[in-house]
């Protein structure tokens, strides 16, 4: 294998070689119905193995796709030109440093991590060694999504947007319910990411923050953006049922224009990050929309809301 060139197998015209080889690091519903899973179906990816913080659930994940499950980060280092991490944001911070430490190109999940700090080691760790990364921001790598906002960037004259994310994870049979992190953080850090990735390619980055909590793990936050436009996101993962919503608009000069929902799945936008990744790899460029410097830009937003909730101000969101 030559990791070197990040890529393994056959050469098929490309620049470098034809199948790239997954570590996947996780063991829960997302790492295997859209990470594996998305890896088995793609034509130039190939998972090499699985680690886990659990031993148990990952000789059984690596079992249910034929490879090999490891007991150490590194020993699935060694064995993969790239990783694919659906853990923690916490865990997912130091894995992905010593990923990128060793050359090995990332795709990673949203949020990057829960600090700056955190964050900023990621970013430069990639940045040092010259790995391609995507951060898996659903809702970007699905096309009509991404084409709307690429559109509506252009056209610019936007004074403000509105995000409403309301989910309803602690149901019975959620896949979601147990997870520890996401009941510790909430909705800021696990769909918060999801609507800033969505507001800040059309109104820009984030300068200043302030927000307020609601009943049932409701946040709601005021955004000013860099050019002077503003926007509001309301978040939970406790609403009742009923009370399930997806909403995001963006209103200018133009008038009033909601974003469409995606049009395919968690599962096709996953094959299309692969895409996107292999593109950087084959074109040695490392300048993806959401790459890791936009993961953290993301993380800097969402540590900002956090200082602004606990204090009761407005808070500046540092560059």
């Known amino acids: 294998m030559d990791h070197g060139s990040g890529l393994a197998g056959a050469d098929d015209g490309h620049r470098g070689w034809t199948v790239l080889r997954f570590g996947l690091f996780g063991t829960g519903h997302w790492a295997a119905e859209t990470h594996a899973a998305g890896i088995g179906a793609h034509p130039r990816a190939e998972l090499a193995g699985v680690w886990g913080r659990n031993p148990e659930r990952a000789a059984a994940l690596a079992r249910r796709h034929g490879v090999p499950a490891f007991t150490e980060v590194d020993a699935l280092l060694d064995a993969c030109d790239a990783v694919a991490v659906a853990l923690p944001p916490d865990v997912q911070a130091d894995v992905a440093v010593r990923a990128a430490t060793a050359g090995r190109h990332l795709l990673l999940d949203k949020p990057l991590a829960l ?67 996401r009941r510790d ?78 049009d395919g799945s968690s599962l096709t936008a996953f094959g299309v990050a692969i895409d996107q990744l292999l593109e950087e790899i084959d074109a040695g460029t490392r300048d993806h929309r959401c790459d890791v410097r936009f993961g953290r830009d993301v993380v800097a937003v969402l540590a900002a809301a956090e200082t602004a909730r606990a204090e009761g101000r407005t808070v500046t969101v540092p560059d």
Do not use: C
């Open 185 to 262: 953080r909430g909705a800021l850090w696990d769909i918060g990411p999801h609507a800033l990735s969505i507001i800040l390619p059309v109104l820009g980055p984030v300068t200043r923050v302030a927000a307020m909590d609601g009943p049932r793990g409701l946040v709601h936050l005021l955004l000013t953006h860099s050019g002077g436009a503003t926007s509001t996101v309301s978040l939970t993962l406790d609403a009742p049922p009923e009370a399930v919503a997806t909403e995001f608009a963006f209103y200018g000069d133009g008038g009033v224009e909601p974003v469409p929902p995606g």
């Open 115 to 181: 600090t700056v700090a955190d964050a900023d080691r990621v970013v430069a760790a990639a940045a040092h060694s010259g790995v391609a990364s995507v951060v898996f921001f659903t809702s970007r790598f699905q096309p009509n999504i991404a084409g709307f906002l690429a559109s509506a960037a252009a056209a610019g004259g936007w004074h403000t947007a509105k995000a409403v994310r309301f989910g309803s994870i602690f149901q019975p049979g959620s896949p979601y319910g147990g997870s520890q992190w």
